[in-house]
């Protein structure tokens, strides 16, 4: 804490004085700061631009990979009967499907009980699924209630489902749901008995509904779908089948015997033209980025934080050329973004004719996928170069712009290892007047102190003085 100075002997306004002085002797840092400021304000501008261009590089990658132009779409003339998509590996092609039959899942039941606390008895259950592996479930004497038993079964990890229901008349029936359809998933159920008697209707054995032959009543039988697909009967054991026509899904919804459904599976040339209209918006959000960092209002004289910027002029040069790219070995009809109805304005921003663009999809197809994707020894497609160059400025190790926000913030240290050291001399600068005020009050006090002493003598001398010349007359 720095001495108080009164001023009491001096009457001057000491603190005044000293916080004038030191007001002075900040300039620098005031300076400083303004520098510090002006350099944030860059980091931050830089990350606004890289942000902008990680947004173009990602509708980039969408066009650099040959896989992504590989879309097709398939459509049904009776979605209510059959729902179909098309993935990577379809084909273009026609196809008249008939369902007959939808897979469905085998359902089984117990016999009745009374309540769902209905002790049932011991002993083991044994479940198999299909060609699954047997699995025994031990039932105790603390967990033999027909809902205990339920839980058992759902606790042993099988693709089955049990349940009990109640019929709304007093009946309590246990039921056994296969988690999967078609006869590959049909349902073993047996049981040993711990009363020794597997075929009576007591104890565990009375889940059965026919103890004699160790059943229960199927409530649901399972089966495969059945379907005709160009004049070709297929069976399958789910609803939704991906096996029979390459690249497609089919979801079986409703059977149809009958009807024939027509489903076309075509060139999905729309979501080409999305992924390059992503490409026009980000390349044009980009030229905003660009014109709102580097733009100088003469109005107002308000300058964009990278307005001079040589780094981002130079980023933003280059992009523009890019755009006027052409690919060795592409076909001449579509040899370049303006051949696929993309133009360039005087602003430097982009404009998609989709009509254009399909139409060189339909008649050069694999030439606008190569002018894109091609990435051979010599020879890269456009979004594999700007792949490359858009890395060079991003790359978080050693991009353009990595180094340029590391120049930035090496600067804003050394501004505020400078304010530090300044501080620390301004704050001895400032005890270092207060000591002197101080000082200056205390010599002043001893002034005061002697005038008075002075003034005494002064007075005494004048006092035996005038005794004297009394004393004369």
Known sequence: MGIGVSGLMSGLDTESIISGLMELERR??????RREADFQSKISAIGTLKSALNDLKSAIDALKDSDNFESFAATSSNTETLEVSAGSGALPGYYHIEVTNLAQAQYLRSSAFTSSDAVVGTGTITIQVGSDTPVEIEIDSEHNTLSEIASAINDADLDVTAAVIHDGS????????????????????????????????????????????????????????QLTINGINVERSSNTIDDLIEGVTLDLKKEAPGETVNVEVSRDFSSITSKIQDFVDKYNSL????????SYNAETKEA?????????????????????????????????????????????????????LTDALENHLDDVVNFF??????????AVQLDNILDSYLNSYDGI???????????????????????LRLAQREENLRRQFNALEELLGQYQQTSGFLEQQLASLTRLTNSIVDKAK
Do not use: C, W
């Open 28 to 33: 620098p840092i005031l300076l400083l700061q």
């Open 373 to 382: 994707t091609l990435d051979e020894s010599g020879v890269q497609g456009l």
């Open 401 to 423: 712009l990595k180094a340029k926000e590391d120049g930035l913030q090496a600067s804003v240290d050394r501004i505020e290892d400078q304010i530090e050291r300044i501080n």
């Open 287 to 294: 030229v905003d980025t660009f014109t709102r960092l580097q």
């Open 170 to 225: 007093g009946n309590y029936y246990m039921t056994l749901a296969s988690n999967e359809t078609g006869t590959d998933n049909t349902i073993s159920f047996t049981i040993q008995d711990d009363d020794g008697n597997n075929d009576d209707a007591s104890g565990l054995s009375a889940l059965y509904t026919d103890p004699a032959n160790h059943t229960l009543t199927e409530t649901q039988a399972a089966e495969n779908a």
């Open 304 to 356: 964009g934080t990278l307005l001079g910027d040589s780094t981002t002029s130079q980023i933003r040069y280059r992009l523009q050329r890019m755009l006027y790219t052409q690919v060795s070995g592409i076909a001449d009809e579509v040899n370049g973004l303006s051949k696929l109805g993309i133009e360039v304005d005087r602003n430097g921003k982009l404009s998609l004719d989709e009509s254009e």
